[in-house]
């Protein structure tokens, strides 16, 4: 990244009912009087409850009645009760074979987990199991083997009652590419159109005494790559067992993976919040080592390079491997353990690991209650579930749950935790309203400045007394991905902004401004931004999708950036929060800053009749020795009417790069014009090389 990044709170023309982005939060607005707000809040905890007796078969035909439950000892008063009878599995035949309509998409699409609603038993007796490919971490050998698994069970070993979902993890998001169904050949579809070989590139290296003599200069090892890969890994487990928390039945997630290897004690925490989160779901993991049957050369095999130091005479070198092998291995056995799951480990046949999910589910009970303790604390909370009856029988349930927190309590890796898990959602969060706009200019033959303007309403941002100054805590986090998913640049800030006694009481009514730049190749991108009031907790995401063209291709038309539309100019020395990211041509770089002074885009684009309008882009004519000046003029077009239109302007490129750029500005006086919609158009002419450019956009005009 490169460029500036600025806060600015600036006047703007905008009205309620003109704000354009991500749809504002319902209800009123915060610290508004005239209204009197009552809030209540209840926590349903729901248990799946198996009871077996001495034989180990399941005991039916019980009652709410016949169950008692408490929480930190209090009684409980059940609210929901279901029980759910499955068919024992082994030995079941599979359904009659039919033929097959296997299609082979061009694209996976995406969906969601369907929400169940309490009380609403969707899957009755429906045995629900969710096959969760990571595709980030397992080799090509171990994919195939993974989807050779779902085929075989899908077309040999799969049950009436039986329903599956397709997840991946892939280029750093979670994708639910079908939700629970017992459709095989829409599954076999999905399976057989998976891309293998994709979402590489977090394969974990090591610096023991297995490592290969490569030969090269010393330098620093990539540990604290594998620390963030595997904190990655294990926080998109947990996105995936919240997706399945939204349903009261129990849920099996066969995770297939190629070993999971902790860093020390640096995942410990990210490992506890995985796991609490499944229990908390009513998810148990079941691990399968995708791997298979492995018997490892203790040198290490032909596809890295021999040890080459004194641990392959001393047996640490054999050691090392056969320890990464067993640590790989511990976390999907821990995974497993602690969610009631059971992994599958050196073993070849890995039908047998998603047969030993499928058969652990039969009968069972749903018992819901509303929990008499609404405090918001983050501390677990112990469930007891008896037998009224004096019955011999072993009850198997969640032993108890995490409360959930008020963001107000929560720690610094809690905060860290929500901004992940928020970016990592596939639906954009909206308490917070966002817009945003994303231009381009050209900077070289190669490379492109992408400035980026994202605009909250100041009124929806709370303010704290901290130190007898007024502030305004802001949270930001995004990244650009390219067109195959894969993470191109990031961003990260977290603002502290002052404010004036002035301008506190002014930000219920106006907008702040945050801009950022990036220097990008052409190409399409998607770009997810998402901004969390550190003082609250609510959290607005804007995600969208953009083209920077390859100007150098272009021919027929005069090469022109994006056209930025701005009603105001502000001083750079009058940003609530300026940092400068970079150190060659920080600002420099950032066509919008001219004398100290930025150009602040419209992201909106409604603009007030009693301040100016301005226009700017760029044109570039490469690598012409001879540069002719280019013609330019600005119209509004209020229907097909012409309601305004500048005098043509003579610009000629005062540049002496290859690129020749040539800015081109306007300032227009709109107070002649009468409120309503207009096009705004932007034409550029070649004179010369006859070729023109046009531009046009809608914009508002208020009073």
């Given amino acids: 990244m490169r460029g500036t990044i600025a806060i600015f709170l600036f006047a703007a023309a905008t009205a309620r009912a003109q704000q354009i982005g991500q749809n504002a939060p319902p209800g009123g607005t ?66 009659e074979s039919q033929p097959e309509h296997i299609h082979i998409y061009d694209k996976l699409g995406r969906t969601q987990i369907s929400r169940e609603e309490p009380g609403n038993a969707r899957y009755k007796d429906r045995r629900l199991l969710a096959l969760y490919f990571d595709m980030t971490a397992m080799p090509p050998g171990d994919q195939l083997r993974a989807l050779a698994a779902a085929e075989k069970f899908i077309r040999t070993q799969m049950t009436p009652a039986d329903l599956l979902a397709i997840l991946r993890y892939s280029g750093g998001a979670v994708d639910v590419l079908q939700d629970f169904t017992g459709d095989h050949d829409r599954l076999l579809s999905i399976i057989q159109t998976m891309i293998v070989g994709e979402g590489q590139g977090m394969d974990y290296s090591t610096d023991d005494a297995s490592s290969p003599d490569t030969g090269a200069a010393f330098g620093q090892d990539d540990s604290e790559f594998n620390i963030f890969n595997t904190d990655r890994q294990l926080s998109a487990l947990q996105t995936a067992a919240n997706m399945l928390g939204q349903l009261n039945e129990k849920k099996s997630l066969i995770y297939f993976a190629s070993g999971l290897r902790l860093n020390g004690l640096n995942n410990q925490a990210q490992l506890h919040a995985t796991i609490n989160a499944a229990i908390r779901a009513g998810v148990s993991f079941w691990p399968i080592d995708a791997r298979g049957l492995l018997a490892q050369a203790p040198l290490g095999d032909a596809t890295q390079g021999s040890p080459g130091n004194v641990g392959m005479y001393s047996g640490a070198a054999a050691l090392a491997v056969t320890t990464n092998l067993q640590q790989s291995q511990d976390t999907l056995y821990a995974l497993a353990a602690d969610t009631g799951g059971k992994a599958l480990l050196d073993y070849n046949d890995l039908v047998k690991g998603i047969l030993q999910a499928e058969q652990s589910v039969s009968s069972y009970y749903i018992i819901g209650y509303y929990t008499t303790n609404t405090t918001q604390d983050g501390k677990f909370r112990r469930i007891k579930i008896t037998l009224n009856a004096n019955l011999a029988a072993n009850l198997d349930y969640r032993q ?111 907008p702040i401004e945050y801009d950022a730049g990036f220097t990008l190749l052409p190409g399409r991108y998607t770009i997810k931004f998402l901004a969390r009031d550190a003082e609250t907790g609510r959290i607005g995401t804007y995600q969208t999708t953009f083209l920077i063209p390859n100007l150098n291709k272009e021919e027929k038309r005069v090469p022109i950036s994006s056209v930025v539309l701005s009603s105001q100019r502000a001083d750079l020395k009058d940003a609530l929060y300026n940092v400068v990211k970079g150190k060659d041509r920080s600002e420099t770089a950032n066509p919008l800053v001219r004398d100290g002074q930025k150009l602040i885009p419209s992201v909106t684009r409604v603009f007030s009749k009693g301040r100016d309008m301005y226009v700017y882009l760029q044109a570039y004519e490469q690598g012409a020795s001879d540069v002719q000046p280019l013609i330019a003029f600005v119209s509004l077009y209020a229907g097909q009417k012409k309601a305004l239109e500048t005098q043509p302007i003579e610009v000629q490129s005062g540049s002496t790069n290859r690129l020749r750029t040539t800015p081109i500005q306007f300032s227009i006086a709109l107070t002649a014009l009468p409120p309503g919609k207009y096009d705004c158009q932007v034409t550029v002419l070649d004179p010369t090389g006859q070729k023109a450019s046009f531009w046009q956009a809608p914009i508002v005009l208020v009073p």
């Fill in 30 to 95: 915060p610290g508004s009087s005239g209204a009197v707000t009552f809030t209540t809040g209840t926590q349903l905890v729901v248990e799946a409850v198996v009871i077996t007796d001495k034989k180990g078969s399941p005991v039916e035909g019980l009652t709410a009645k016949d169950f008692t439950v408490t929480e930190d000892g209090v009684p409980q008063a059940i609210r929901f009760f279901d029980h759910q009878n499955l068919p024992q599995t082994p030995g079941a035949a599979p359904a």
């Fill in 400 to 510: 108890g749950y995490f409360a959930g927190k008020q963001f107000g309590k929560f720690t610094a890796t809690d905060k860290e935790r929500q901004l992940e898990d928020a970016l990592m959602l596939p639906d954009p969060i909206t308490e917070l309203t966002i817009a945003m706009e994303v231009d381009y200019f050209q900077l070289n033959r190669a490379e492109y400045f992408v400035p980026i303007v994202v605009k909250i309403p100041g009124r929806e941002l709370a303010l704290a007394k901290r130190g007898g100054a007024e502030r305004t805590l802001i949270d930001f986090v995004g990244e650009i991905k390219n067109n195959y998913g894969t993470t191109i640049t990031n961003v990260r800030d977290k603002v502290d902004v002052r404010l004036s006694d002035r301008t506190a009481i002014e930000l219920s009514k106006r």
